[in-house]
Protein backbone atom coordinates (compact mmCIF):
# COMPACT_ATOMS: atom_id res chain seq x y z
CA UNK A 1 0.00 0.00 0.00
CA UNK A 2 0.98 3.79 -0.54
CA UNK A 3 0.53 4.99 2.41
CA UNK A 4 3.65 7.19 2.40
CA UNK A 5 2.17 9.03 -0.88
CA UNK A 6 1.02 12.92 0.42
CA UNK A 7 -2.50 12.73 1.24
CA UNK A 8 -4.42 16.37 -0.06
CA UNK A 9 -8.22 17.58 -1.08
CA UNK A 10 -6.45 17.53 -4.73
CA UNK A 11 -6.55 16.86 -7.26
CA UNK A 12 -10.41 16.26 -7.71
CA UNK A 13 -11.36 13.43 -10.32
CA UNK A 14 -14.36 16.16 -11.63
CA UNK A 15 -14.54 19.88 -10.76
CA UNK A 16 -16.61 19.34 -7.47
CA UNK A 17 -18.09 22.70 -5.98
CA UNK A 18 -16.62 24.02 -3.34
CA UNK A 19 -19.78 26.08 -2.22
CA UNK A 20 -21.83 26.85 1.00
CA UNK A 21 -24.59 24.95 1.14
CA UNK A 22 -27.49 25.56 -0.79
CA UNK A 23 -29.89 24.05 1.20
CA UNK A 24 -31.29 25.65 4.84
CA UNK A 25 -31.47 22.51 6.22
CA UNK A 26 -27.80 21.91 5.80
CA UNK A 27 -26.93 24.91 7.02
CA UNK A 28 -27.62 23.03 10.76
CA UNK A 29 -25.99 19.67 9.58
CA UNK A 30 -22.03 19.59 10.35
CA UNK A 31 -19.21 19.73 7.51
CA UNK A 32 -17.25 16.91 7.89
CA UNK A 33 -13.56 17.81 9.33
CA UNK A 34 -11.09 18.00 6.87
CA UNK A 35 -8.42 18.21 9.45
CA UNK A 36 -9.22 15.03 11.06
CA UNK A 37 -9.97 13.21 8.03
CA UNK A 38 -6.12 14.70 6.54
CA UNK A 39 -4.26 13.80 9.81
CA UNK A 40 -1.37 11.97 8.72
CA UNK A 41 -1.22 9.38 11.68
CA UNK A 42 -4.42 8.24 10.69
CA UNK A 43 -4.26 8.16 6.99
CA UNK A 44 -0.50 5.93 7.93
CA UNK A 45 -2.25 3.97 9.81
CA UNK A 46 -5.33 3.08 7.34
CA UNK A 47 -2.89 3.12 4.35
CA UNK A 48 -4.59 5.32 2.68
CA UNK A 49 -2.72 6.81 -0.09
CA UNK A 50 -4.74 9.69 -0.43
CA UNK A 51 -8.02 11.42 1.01
CA UNK A 52 -9.93 13.65 -1.85
CA UNK A 53 -12.59 15.69 0.00
CA UNK A 54 -15.12 17.98 -2.37
CA UNK A 55 -18.36 20.04 -1.50
CA UNK A 56 -20.83 18.43 -4.42
CA UNK A 57 -20.32 16.02 -7.13
CA UNK A 58 -22.66 13.90 -9.14
CA UNK A 59 -20.96 10.51 -8.19
CA UNK A 60 -18.33 9.48 -6.48
CA UNK A 61 -18.15 5.98 -7.75
CA UNK A 62 -18.16 7.43 -10.99
CA UNK A 63 -16.04 10.14 -10.59
CA UNK A 64 -13.06 7.44 -9.63
CA UNK A 65 -14.42 5.00 -12.39
CA UNK A 66 -12.99 8.21 -15.21
CA UNK A 67 -10.17 8.95 -12.96
CA UNK A 68 -8.63 5.84 -12.99
CA UNK A 69 -9.68 4.96 -16.50
CA UNK A 70 -8.03 8.46 -17.74
CA UNK A 71 -4.85 8.17 -15.36
CA UNK A 72 -4.65 4.81 -13.93
CA UNK A 73 -0.94 5.51 -12.16
CA UNK A 74 -2.12 8.55 -10.07
CA UNK A 75 -4.82 6.77 -7.93
CA UNK A 76 -3.00 3.95 -5.97
CA UNK A 77 -4.42 1.31 -4.22
CA UNK A 78 -6.59 2.33 -1.06
CA UNK A 79 -7.49 6.41 -2.74
CA UNK A 80 -10.55 7.48 -0.98
CA UNK A 81 -12.91 10.13 -2.72
CA UNK A 82 -15.60 11.65 -0.44
CA UNK A 83 -18.40 14.03 -0.78
CA UNK A 84 -20.37 16.54 1.49
CA UNK A 85 -23.20 15.97 -0.93
CA UNK A 86 -23.66 13.95 -4.12
CA UNK A 87 -26.49 14.80 -6.90
CA UNK A 88 -27.03 11.92 -9.00
CA UNK A 89 -25.48 9.10 -6.84
CA UNK A 90 -25.75 5.77 -8.56
CA UNK A 91 -26.85 2.25 -6.67
CA UNK A 92 -27.60 -1.03 -8.42
CA UNK A 93 -29.85 -1.53 -11.45
CA UNK A 94 -28.91 2.03 -12.38
CA UNK A 95 -31.24 3.84 -10.05
CA UNK A 96 -30.10 7.30 -9.25
CA UNK A 97 -31.26 9.18 -6.53
CA UNK A 98 -29.81 12.44 -4.57
CA UNK A 99 -29.71 12.94 -0.21
CA UNK A 100 -30.30 16.11 1.11
CA UNK A 101 -26.49 18.30 1.84
CA UNK A 102 -24.39 17.22 4.77
CA UNK A 103 -27.22 14.51 5.54
CA UNK A 104 -25.20 11.30 4.91
CA UNK A 105 -21.57 9.59 4.55
CA UNK A 106 -20.71 9.35 0.36
CA UNK A 107 -17.16 7.76 0.11
CA UNK A 108 -15.71 6.00 -2.68
CA UNK A 109 -12.12 4.45 -2.75
CA UNK A 110 -9.62 2.59 -5.60
CA UNK A 111 -9.07 -1.24 -4.75
CA UNK A 112 -5.82 -2.84 -6.44
CA UNK A 113 -5.88 -6.41 -4.40
CA UNK A 114 -2.28 -7.52 -3.89
CA UNK A 115 -0.96 -9.52 -1.45
CA UNK A 116 1.50 -8.33 1.30
CA UNK A 117 4.44 -9.65 -1.36
CA UNK A 118 3.07 -7.38 -4.02
CA UNK A 119 1.25 -10.88 -5.84
CA UNK A 120 -2.27 -9.58 -7.55
CA UNK A 121 -5.35 -10.87 -5.89
CA UNK A 122 -7.43 -13.42 -7.96
CA UNK A 123 -10.08 -11.53 -9.53
CA UNK A 124 -12.78 -14.08 -9.19
CA UNK A 125 -12.29 -13.22 -5.14
CA UNK A 126 -13.53 -9.76 -5.87
CA UNK A 127 -16.78 -10.54 -5.40
CA UNK A 128 -16.59 -10.55 -1.85
CA UNK A 129 -15.51 -6.83 -1.50
CA UNK A 130 -18.82 -5.52 -1.38
CA UNK A 131 -19.86 -7.77 1.20
CA UNK A 132 -16.30 -6.89 3.02
CA UNK A 133 -17.20 -3.71 3.04
CA UNK A 134 -20.52 -4.42 4.80
CA UNK A 135 -19.23 -5.99 7.35
CA UNK A 136 -17.05 -3.24 7.98
CA UNK A 137 -19.54 -0.83 8.01
CA UNK A 138 -21.85 -3.45 10.48
CA UNK A 139 -18.92 -3.05 12.72
CA UNK A 140 -18.80 0.76 12.77
CA UNK A 141 -22.28 1.38 13.39
CA UNK A 142 -22.17 -0.92 16.54
CA UNK A 143 -18.69 0.35 18.03
CA UNK A 144 -19.27 4.30 16.93
CA UNK A 145 -22.99 4.94 16.69
CA UNK A 146 -24.53 1.64 19.13
CA UNK A 147 -26.58 0.98 16.05
CA UNK A 148 -27.32 -3.24 15.28
CA UNK A 149 -27.11 -3.41 12.03
CA UNK A 150 -27.40 -6.73 9.55
CA UNK A 151 -26.59 -7.08 5.94
CA UNK A 152 -28.91 -8.13 3.25
CA UNK A 153 -27.60 -9.79 0.31
CA UNK A 154 -25.68 -8.83 -1.89
CA UNK A 155 -25.37 -5.73 -0.86
CA UNK A 156 -27.38 -3.40 1.56
CA UNK A 157 -26.79 -2.97 5.24
CA UNK A 158 -30.36 -2.74 7.04
CA UNK A 159 -31.40 -1.71 10.63
CA UNK A 160 -34.69 -3.13 11.67
CA UNK A 161 -35.54 -4.54 8.64
CA UNK A 162 -34.90 -0.80 7.18
CA UNK A 163 -32.10 0.16 4.27
CA UNK A 164 -29.54 2.41 5.86
CA UNK A 165 -26.27 1.66 3.50
CA UNK A 166 -25.68 0.86 0.12
CA UNK A 167 -22.91 -0.71 -1.27
CA UNK A 168 -21.54 -0.40 -5.13
CA UNK A 169 -18.55 -2.06 -6.44
CA UNK A 170 -17.78 -1.41 -10.29
CA UNK A 171 -14.73 -2.75 -12.25
CA UNK A 172 -12.90 -0.53 -13.95
CA UNK A 173 -12.51 -0.99 -18.00
CA UNK A 174 -8.80 -2.84 -18.50
CA UNK A 175 -7.16 -0.07 -20.98
CA UNK A 176 -3.69 -1.90 -20.68
CA UNK A 177 -3.68 -5.20 -19.51
CA UNK A 178 -3.09 -4.38 -16.48
CA UNK A 179 -5.41 -6.16 -13.27
CA UNK A 180 -8.82 -4.03 -13.15
CA UNK A 181 -9.03 -1.76 -10.36
CA UNK A 182 -12.29 -1.96 -7.96
CA UNK A 183 -14.21 1.03 -7.59
CA UNK A 184 -16.22 0.33 -4.02
CA UNK A 185 -18.59 2.71 -2.61
CA UNK A 186 -20.85 3.31 0.42
CA UNK A 187 -23.66 5.50 0.90
CA UNK A 188 -25.16 5.43 4.25
CA UNK A 189 -27.89 7.81 5.70
CA UNK A 190 -26.83 9.81 8.73
CA UNK A 191 -28.96 12.39 9.77
CA UNK A 192 -32.23 12.31 6.89
CA UNK A 193 -35.37 12.79 8.80
CA UNK A 194 -38.61 11.18 7.66
CA UNK A 195 -39.60 13.25 5.08
CA UNK A 196 -36.28 13.38 3.73
CA UNK A 197 -35.76 9.70 2.89
CA UNK A 198 -35.85 8.31 -0.72
CA UNK A 199 -37.67 5.27 -0.27
CA UNK A 200 -40.28 4.16 2.47
CA UNK A 201 -38.22 1.34 3.30
CA UNK A 202 -34.92 3.23 3.88
CA UNK A 203 -33.98 4.73 7.61
CA UNK A 204 -31.43 6.76 8.90
CA UNK A 205 -29.09 6.55 11.74
CA UNK A 206 -30.93 9.31 13.32
CA UNK A 207 -34.31 7.55 13.11
CA UNK A 208 -32.60 4.37 14.64
CA UNK A 209 -31.62 6.54 17.85
CA UNK A 210 -27.90 6.46 17.13
CA UNK A 211 -25.41 7.55 19.53
CA UNK A 212 -23.79 9.81 16.92
CA UNK A 213 -24.69 11.54 13.64
CA UNK A 214 -20.85 12.73 13.19
CA UNK A 215 -20.13 11.92 9.86
CA UNK A 216 -16.66 12.67 10.32
CA UNK A 217 -16.39 9.84 13.22
CA UNK A 218 -18.34 7.69 11.13
CA UNK A 219 -16.32 7.71 8.38
CA UNK A 220 -13.25 7.44 10.11
CA UNK A 221 -14.90 4.78 11.98
CA UNK A 222 -15.71 2.51 8.73
CA UNK A 223 -12.21 2.85 6.98
CA UNK A 224 -10.08 1.77 9.58
CA UNK A 225 -12.54 -0.81 9.78
CA UNK A 226 -12.23 -1.81 6.35
CA UNK A 227 -8.56 -0.84 5.64
CA UNK A 228 -7.44 -3.32 8.19
CA UNK A 229 -10.38 -6.41 7.25
CA UNK A 230 -9.23 -5.70 3.53
CA UNK A 231 -5.37 -5.98 4.35
CA UNK A 232 -6.06 -9.24 5.62
CA UNK A 233 -8.62 -10.71 3.00
CA UNK A 234 -5.66 -9.47 1.10
CA UNK A 235 -2.81 -11.46 2.32
CA UNK A 236 -4.48 -14.56 2.45
CA UNK A 237 -5.19 -14.41 -1.35
CA UNK A 238 -8.98 -13.31 -1.17
CA UNK A 239 -10.11 -16.80 0.28
CA UNK A 240 -13.53 -16.18 2.29
CA UNK A 241 -12.59 -19.18 4.42
CA UNK A 242 -9.11 -18.21 6.12
CA UNK A 243 -9.31 -16.41 9.32
CA UNK A 244 -9.84 -12.72 8.94
CA UNK A 245 -7.69 -10.04 10.72
CA UNK A 246 -7.26 -12.31 13.89
CA UNK A 247 -10.86 -13.55 14.48
CA UNK A 248 -13.45 -15.53 11.86
CA UNK A 249 -13.43 -15.69 8.00
CA UNK A 250 -15.33 -13.68 6.40
CA UNK A 251 -17.30 -16.23 4.98
CA UNK A 252 -18.44 -16.69 8.35
CA UNK A 253 -18.49 -13.16 9.17
CA UNK A 254 -20.84 -12.02 6.33
CA UNK A 255 -23.50 -15.68 7.04
CA UNK A 256 -23.26 -14.39 11.14
CA UNK A 257 -24.97 -10.93 10.08
CA UNK A 258 -26.78 -11.75 7.08
CA UNK A 259 -30.87 -11.56 7.07
CA UNK A 260 -30.90 -12.92 3.92
CA UNK A 261 -30.40 -16.29 5.26
CA UNK A 262 -32.93 -18.34 5.81
CA UNK A 263 -35.57 -16.72 4.72
CA UNK A 264 -38.19 -17.11 2.05
CA UNK A 265 -37.01 -14.83 -1.07
CA UNK A 266 -38.22 -13.55 -4.49
CA UNK A 267 -35.04 -13.26 -6.89
CA UNK A 268 -35.22 -10.44 -9.44
CA UNK A 269 -32.84 -12.19 -12.06
CA UNK A 270 -30.98 -10.25 -15.15
CA UNK A 271 -33.01 -11.01 -18.17
CA UNK A 272 -36.28 -10.26 -16.34
CA UNK A 273 -36.55 -13.72 -14.39
CA UNK A 274 -37.57 -14.40 -11.27
CA UNK A 275 -36.84 -16.89 -8.55
CA UNK A 276 -39.16 -18.05 -5.64
CA UNK A 277 -37.63 -19.95 -2.61
CA UNK A 278 -35.50 -20.52 0.65
CA UNK A 279 -32.40 -18.70 0.91
CA UNK A 280 -30.21 -21.43 2.31
CA UNK A 281 -26.49 -20.39 2.22
CA UNK A 282 -23.37 -18.36 0.54
CA UNK A 283 -21.16 -20.39 -1.80
CA UNK A 284 -17.31 -19.91 -2.11
CA UNK A 285 -17.98 -16.90 -4.41
CA UNK A 286 -20.32 -15.05 -2.26
CA UNK A 287 -23.00 -16.34 -4.55
CA UNK A 288 -26.64 -16.83 -2.86
CA UNK A 289 -27.60 -20.23 -3.38
CA UNK A 290 -32.35 -20.16 -3.54
CA UNK A 291 -33.64 -23.58 -2.92
CA UNK A 292 -37.37 -23.64 -4.92
CA UNK A 293 -40.02 -25.24 -3.70
CA UNK A 294 -39.27 -28.04 -6.19
CA UNK A 295 -36.27 -28.76 -4.07
CA UNK A 296 -33.29 -27.18 -6.48
CA UNK A 297 -31.26 -25.84 -5.57
CA UNK A 298 -29.95 -22.49 -7.87
CA UNK A 299 -26.66 -20.29 -7.66
CA UNK A 300 -27.73 -16.33 -7.66
CA UNK A 301 -24.85 -14.24 -8.43
CA UNK A 302 -26.62 -11.08 -9.40
CA UNK A 303 -29.81 -9.51 -9.06
CA UNK A 304 -32.13 -7.68 -6.80
CA UNK A 305 -33.89 -10.28 -3.69
CA UNK A 306 -37.37 -9.51 -1.61
CA UNK A 307 -37.67 -10.70 1.70
CA UNK A 308 -41.01 -12.41 1.73
CA UNK A 309 -43.63 -12.78 4.57
CA UNK A 310 -44.75 -15.97 5.21
CA UNK A 311 -48.03 -15.86 2.78
CA UNK A 312 -46.10 -14.56 -0.08
CA UNK A 313 -43.96 -17.81 -0.05
CA UNK A 314 -46.83 -19.34 -0.87
CA UNK A 315 -46.78 -21.61 2.30
CA UNK A 316 -49.48 -19.89 4.16
Known amino acids: MDAEQPASSEPRP ?34 ISQMNIV ?153 EGATTTDRTALLKSYLSRFTRLYRSFCNSEGDPAAGLAGGPSLHKRVESAMVTLGREVRAHLPGDHELVGHASRLDEHGSLLVVDHGGREHVVTAGDVVHLRATESGYA
Request: hydrophobic letters at 40%.
Open 14 to 47: TPGEDRPPRDREALNREALNREALLEPDFLSATG
Open 55 to 207: ESTGSTNQDLVRAVTVEPKKWADLAVLTAEHQTAARGRLDRHWESPERSAVSVSMVLRPVTAEGMPVPTQTYSWLSLLAAVALREALQETAGVTAEIKWPNDVLVNGRKVAGILAQMTPLGDGSVPAVILGVGLNVSLKQDELPVPTATSLAL
